[in-house]
């Protein structure tokens, strides 16, 4: 059961957000501000983080980064009201990024492939780590048997 945790600074986004995916066979937790993330994600390892871009303190934009910095595979997906950061270059950092509506089911299928395709590349990385010592590829892979 993954765990997702969501970075928004209303307590209604984390309750109705938190309810869905609990709905959906998540694990969730939240937090409301970079500093509660940052513990957050210091002391628990989850799948993959919903973040606001407004937050109280340093912004969305900063957890963000620092996410990203510290755990470069950890999937965010950007879910705000505003539609205004389609062109923003920042964007690209994250790994999805859906407007806030009252129809969830937008965000809830973008957790679904992100999780899905963060599952793959693991599972990529483990098969290559298992293929033999030091990376290297068994001999049947490379036609030498």
Known sequence: ?????????????????????????????????AESARRHLRSSRPDLV????????????????????????????????????????RLSQADGYVIKSFDLGELKQKVADVLKHKAAREEKVEAKTASGPEGHEPAWILGYT
């Open 1 to 33: 059961m993954p765990n997702i945790l969501i970075v928004d600074h209303q307590p209604c986004v984390q309750e109705l957000l938190s309810e869905e995916l609990i709905c959906e066979g998540y694990r969730v937790a939240s937090a409301d501000d």
């Open 50 to 89: 919903l973040l606001d871009l407004y937050l109280d303190g340093p912004d969305g934009w900063e957890v963000l980064r620092d996410i990203k910095r510290q755990h470069p595979h950890l999937p965010v997906i950007i879910f705000t009201a505003y539609d205004s950061y389609l062109d923003d270059p």
